[in-house]
């Protein structure tokens, strides 16, 4: 089976920047995702890693070791919308050829002015 | 272009009672998965259909089914609800293909069995 594990909260101040780490067990590895989750809301697609290293999408940045069965999120430069729910999610051989991602539990960031 | 579509929006049922939710994705999107999202936890898998095929099912009991039509909507049907289905449902589509890494989400629909 597969297990990942993220902090479960997290808070920062606008401007500042934050990273969410994310580990993870897995029977074979193919790519780490991220997430965001408003209340309420749907989860949105951020970024994907399938290779050791950092991709960086504006103020968002994914960086994956897989050696170390490690990622993280960073995001700078906050602002007060970022307060949400962050998720990273496993792409594993279990799943076959199909992409069925396992979700850690979420990391609730709160950003305060 | 409309993203993932999911109806209803909210429900309430009692327990024992059935239910079916439905997922329409997005033009052209070919796979649909069905997650499970309890209240301050992440989503968790419950089926994946792919041209109307089940591609991969989770750890949910027998009372959860699924199905996918020829344009490739999606039902899920739960049976003898339980309080603990009480939950957020969320259909995600994706397009064909081994590269498709990231899903995309409806809105979900909130299901309360009192």
């Known amino acids: 089976g597969q297990s990942l594990e993220q902090p479960s909260e997290v808070t920062a101040v606008e401007g500042a920047i934050v990273q969410i780490n994310c580990t993870y067990q897995t029977s074979g590895f193919y790519g780490l995702s991220w997430y965001q989750q408003h209340d309420g809301g749907a989860p949105t697609f951020l970024s994907y890693n399938a290779l050791d290293g950092l991709e960086e999408t504006g103020r968002f940045s994914s960086f994956l070791s897989r050696s170390d069965s490690y990622g993280y999120l960073l995001l700078q430069e906050l602002q007060m919308k970022d307060s949400a729910s962050y998720f990273c999610?496993?792409?594993?051989?279990?799943?076959?050829?199909?992409?069925?991602?396992?979700f850690g539990r979420g990391t609730s960031l709160i950003v305060h002015p | 272009d409309a993203g993932v579509t999911q109806s209803p929006t909210h429900l309430i049922k009692t327990r024992g009672q059935h239910v079916t939710l439905r997922c329409s994705p997005i033009s052209g999107h070919k796979s649909v998965s069905w997650y499970q999202q309890v209240l301050g936890q992440g989503p968790q898998f419950i089926f994946q259909y792919y041209e109307k095929e089940e591609r991969g099912r989770g750890n949910f009991p027998d009372r959860f089914s699924a199905r996918q039509f020829p344009n490739y909507s999606s039902e899920l049907n739960v049976n003898a609800l339980l309080l603990g289905d009480s939950a957020l449902y969320l259909c995600?589509?994706?397009?064909?293909?081994?590269?498709?890494?990231?899903?995309?989400f409806g809105s979900g629909t909130r299901l309360t069995v009192v």
């Open positions: 999610a496993v792409r594993d051989k279990e799943s076959g050829g199909s992409y069925i991602p396992t």
């Open positions: 995600a589509s994706s397009p064909p293909g081994a590269q498709a890494v990231g899903y995309t």
